[in-house]
């Protein structure tokens, strides 16, 4: 068992910027890649960005290219999502993931956190 915790969200203006962080627990964190993505009201849960165990690779949507950066820190258990230039349509619940293998897939992702709110105002 892999337990998660995501923390960073907030009410922010658009421009502004926000770092989430996932906190794990449990198993080995740095045999797992990790997995953000979000979840609008009325909308499907999306993906957002994706790091491999090692940290070597990352992955992102079309739609935050550019402007969030994903990274981990094995040493202390967690992974980041550095989000800049924040837009009204990051608003969503982000949530961190973990899997065996880097995806965009939710559905290969077999740890899942809570979720942290995120809300940009225009």
């Known amino acids: 068992q892999v337990q998660l915790v995501e923390s960073g969200g907030g009410l922010v203006q658009a421009g502004d910027s926000l770092r989430l962080s996932c906190a794990a627990s449990?198993?080995?964190?740095?045999?797992?890649?990790m997995g953000w993505f979000r979840q609008a009201p009325g909308k499907e849960r999306e993906f957002v960005a994706a790091?491999?165990?090692?940290?070597?690779?990352?992955y992102y949507a079309n739609s935050v290219e550019g402007r969030f950066t994903i990274s981990r820190d094995n040493a202390k258990n967690t992974v980041y999502l550095q989000m800049n230039n924040l837009k009204p349509e990051d608003t969503a619940v982000y949530h961190c993931?973990?899997?065996?293998?880097?995806?965009?897939?939710?559905?290969?992702?077999?740890?899942w956190g809570q979720g942290t709110q995120v809300t940009v105002s225009s």
């Open positions: 790091i491999s165990w090692s940290g070597g690779g990352t």
């Open positions: 993931a973990a899997s065996q293998v880097v995806a965009g897939d939710p559905l290969l992702y077999d740890y």
């Open positions: 449990g198993r080995t964190f740095s045999s797992y890649a």
